[in-house]
């Protein structure tokens, strides 16, 4: 019930494609779902993110969209850089403010 | 200008020995963090404090100490240290527990010989 589960654990795309990340979660009592980004030898950053009241946040070039029904949601980015080459983590937050995150994605961008 | 530094940013160590992580933030937050990223990246909490006050202890070998002397600093001793230990742990902060986003230092990659 603490898990979330994310995929692809790695994407390749051009230029320009727009990559999509998803995440399950099973705990309903999960009220703040962030997106966080990491570069080699940093830390994760918080990227975007998107409480279970709204179905869809959009930031730049990074939307959200939440299914509450399906205990589902997804990052998309729109015209996708190289420089958005990274890992991207999803997270659910419990009710002690815990951040659970799920496995990672690594995205690649090829020019 | 950092607002979450991390000493040191490696750290190699025979098995056995005792190491801590030092970590502080001039966000003026309440909350802090330590989480553990393993050789697949997966990122697991460790503890969390607020205030100074221990909130979060998962199930975490009690060879690993945090210590908050106050707000700004929290620390991480390890006893003892095993192969399983060899990481990268990262310190985080949040404004209070309630309140995201997690501010994440660079992490300390901890390498056990």
């Known amino acids: 019930q603490q898990q979330v589960k994310q995929s692809p654990q790695s994407l390749i795309v051009q230029k320009g494609g727009i990559p999509i990340i998803n995440c399950a979660y099973e705990?309903?009592?999960?009220?703040?779902f962030p997106w966080y980004q990491q570069f080699p030898g940093k830390g994760p950053a918080l990227l975007i993110a998107i409480r279970p009241d709204v179905s869809e946040k959009k930031e730049g070039r990074f939307t959200i969209s939440f299914n509450k029904s399906a205990k589902q949601f997804s990052l998309h980015i729109m015209d996708s850089q190289p420089g958005d080459s990274a890992t991207y983590f999803c997270a659910a937050r419990g009710n002690t403010g815990k951040l659970i995150f799920g496995q990672g994605t690594t995205l690649q961008v090829k020019p | 200008d950092t607002a979450v530094s991390q000493t040191p940013k490696y750290l190699v160590t025979q098995m056995g020995n005792d190491k801590s992580i030092k970590c502080e933030q001039n966000?003026?937050?309440?909350?802090m963090y330590w989480y553990k990223q393993d050789s697949k990246k997966f990122l697991k909490i460790m503890f969390s404090?607020?205030?100074?006050?221990?909130?979060i202890n998962e199930t975490v070998p009690n060879r690993f100490s945090p210590k908050s002397p106050d707000k700004a600093h929290l620390n991480l001793h390890i006893n003892s240290l095993e192969l399983g230990d060899s990481a990268v742990y990262f310190c985080?902060?949040?404004?209070?527990?309630?309140?995201?986003?997690?501010?994440f230092g660079d992490g300390t990659r901890l390498s056990i010989l």
């Open positions: 985080a902060s949040s404004q209070d527990l309630g309140n995201q986003p997690q501010h």
């Open positions: 966000l003026g937050h309440d909350t």
């Open positions: 404090y607020n205030n100074k006050e221990l909130i």
């Open positions: 705990n309903t009592a999960f009220d703040y």
